[in-house]
């Protein structure tokens, strides 16, 4: 396996665009995306579990409900929530766009990103599909950039895989930065392969793959009425289909974790406001639900998201972190250490303090990727979240949204 | 019942006094306070939820848990959590202010806040204890600064009620800025009253009323290790001793619950950073746990913080905190509305936003004391979470909590 370039147009079949339509006033920022298969791909996709849904969450689970899609589209700038005419406007893009591509509208994956509750117009979003679909191209980076909302940064990968000796892709792009908290899917994915594989495999890669990846991050403990992830495959690598589990199915999971976990690492570090990017690892738990609680609890601290803004190695917040989330630990038995490409340095043994020196946490913590170490000497259980310090910025960014 | 001068010296027999011992640097600051009562006194308390405890926490349980205290020792600057020698230290604060004062060490409570994880030197304490006793007066806004930590205010109240024609008063002071995110009790809380009542129908009455007061406030989500809240009921009063429920127990109810209130929403206005006090009243729930479960998903909502920070009235982040709040609430069903004293607004209907004047709620959100009303729809159930909002200062308050 091998990282690529290319994006979501790494695959066999798939093209892409990205452009500036008029829902944002920015218009150095394009504002609504676009990919497309040439043929009808296999469909699996996972969604927020907000009450408060985006309408296109609906459409969309009603359109690949038989496992096929053809096409996504998605605007930024507006969620499409909490608007009485939300469905019938996710269903004209629909339509619109599959007018344009001359494919079936119940073939069209749809979603919106951007503030709440503000009526979304179909006339910008009208006025410039046939624009859209005729900038369909190796144009992965415009229909990234087009799903972005807060977010400073592109966020693209493309991976090559071997499935039976035949070469396949699959690549993602992704969105997020605010409201990130996920509880099945989280932010925005769109995720393209040409690997032969079927919709019912495609969904269990997915539906399994998220519980380590996108359910593992968190900017600010918010989940989305949004959230989407999608996987399109193709099946135009021409390798013998996956339909069922074994060898095959684990090396496309493996590609495919590939690609999400990259995602996560970048929605992480390009979280709202974020000078860092977190990671904590914890071992040595009960059974790796436990594991993940634990991570969770600490990468979501709001104490401990300011602490490593600080660069302060203020242990005591992860152990207090530790302690309020509501799992069975042991807390006499843990040990916690700070890591980045500056050293390790270890802060706590058998939950008390020991001697460190300042100076050398110090340097560890300035650096921009931080790890934090956490074994819980109960037994093997082991998880990773991702997460971001708590800055100015994000206050800054979260204080006038609509303004 | 009236609101009266004191503090917890306004009920009869107690004395209190708070120094500069030296645990902080600062020495403008005050970091040991005392509570005395004359006579023994019935005790009642709550802790921390938090699997990560304070030694303080399990040497106050062991001495009142005859239900009886008769002293409070409690320092700020230094929590005495994840300490090797922790239990030890507390104890020895204990039995210094039990010699001094002449009473039983087994009737102190003891109480500690401030950094996690740093050895408390029991000598300033040691060489403070005879001056503390000493100055042992009608000095609660003293004891009230002691305990503070990131507090920028004083925070206390007392109050007057008669039982069966004998008047008692009750008072109580707080600390508690950063940390917040009770479970069971949170902060620290000391209440006093000559009320006569025994410490079974104490504990009956302060486990009731945190439900809807000390365990409706969040600032950070973060629930401290160190959680305290004690009443201590000295009779001194000498009302006909309340040791049932019925109509003197409800009284005494009202009076702690104004005096609970009242210390919630201090703490909730003092919360680190905070330029606004949020309070969101939920009706029209199903029933009272799912109204205080979306209460309190509002008021935690880190996005909705810092909307309420920029006088912002982007309502769409309560509706997606409503929706994450894991309650059966029909969310088309939802109505919010902001106020303040420059008046109300109505922001959402049926879960959908309806035209408003952006003008008018910026008025009413640059006030600094916020309700944030949500109607339900689906029952009588109802609940009121205090909070507030997220700021620049929340950040730096701890980026470097420790230097």
Redesign the interface.
């Known amino acids: 396996m091998k990282i690529i370039d290319g994006g979501i147009c790494a695959a066999k079949g798939f093209t892409a665009s990205g452009i500036h339509c008029g829902i944002r006033k920015n218009r150095t920022k394009k504002d609504l995306s676009l990919i497309y298969s040439e043929k009808i791909a296999s469909a699996a996709a996972v969604y927020t579990?907000?009450?408060?849904?985006g309408a296109t969450i609906d459409v969309t689970k009603k359109n690949i409900a038989d496992g096929k899609a053809q096409a996504v589209i998605c605007n930024s700038g507006n969620?499409n929530?909490?608007?009485?005419d939300g469905i019938e406007v996710a269903e004209k893009m629909c339509s619109l766009v599959a007018d344009e591509l001359k494919i079936d509208k119940k073939d069209v994956v749809v979603a919106s990103t951007g503030?709440?509750?503000?009526?979304l117009d179909i006339e910008p979003i009208k006025n410039s599909i046939p624009e859209l679909v005729k900038n369909l191209g190796n144009n992965s980076q415009d229909a990234a950039n087009g799903i972005m909302t807060t977010d400073t940064k592109i966020k693209e990968i493309a991976v090559s895989f071997n499935i039976g000796g035949t070469e396949c892709k699959i690549g993602g792009i992704a969105k997020g930065s605010?409201?990130i908290?996920p509880?099945m899917a989280t932010m925005l994915v769109f995720i393209t392969t040409d690997c032969a594989i079927t919709s019912k495999m495609l969904q269990n890669a997915l539906s399994s793959d998220i519980k380590d990846t996108f359910n593992m991050v968190s900017v600010?403990?918010?989940?989305?009425?949004n959230d989407m992830v999608t996987v399109l495959a193709n099946g135009m690598a021409e390798n013998n289909e996956i339909d069922t589990f074994g060898e095959d199915f684990d090396t496309f999971m493996k590609a495919l974790n590939t690609v999400t976990v990259y995602l996560c690492r970048c929605i992480a570090a390009d979280g709202e406001g974020a000078t860092k990017m977190l990671e904590c690892k914890v071992e040595g738990a009960n059974d790796s639900l436990t594991a993940k609680k634990v991570a969770k609890s600490i990468i979501?601290?709001?104490?401990t998201k300011?602490?490593m803004?600080?660069a302060?190695a203020?242990?005591?917040?992860i152990?207090?972190?530790?302690?309020?989330a509501k799992?069975d630990?042991d807390?006499k038995k843990v040990d916690v250490s700070f890591k980045s490409k500056m050293g390790i340095i270890d802060v706590?043994k058998n939950?008390?303090?020991i001697e460190f020196s300042e100076e050398k946490a110090k340097e560890i913590l300035l650096e921009d990727e931080i790890e934090i170490l956490v074994k819980l000497g109960d037994g093997s259980g082991s998880a990773t979240a991702w997460g971001c310090d708590?800055?100015?910025d994000?206050?800054?960014?979260?204080?006038?949204?609509?303004?």
């Open positions: 579990t907000n009450l408060v849904k969620a929530t909490c608007n009485a503030v709440i509750g503000q009526p605010g409201m908290h509880d600010d403990g918010d989940t989305s009425t979501c601290s709001s104490l300011a602490a803004f600080g302060d203020n242990w005591g917040r152990l207090c972190a530790i302690g309020y799992c630990v807390v706590c939950g008390s303090g708590l800055t100015y994000y206050v800054k960014i979260n204080g006038d949204y609509r303004t």
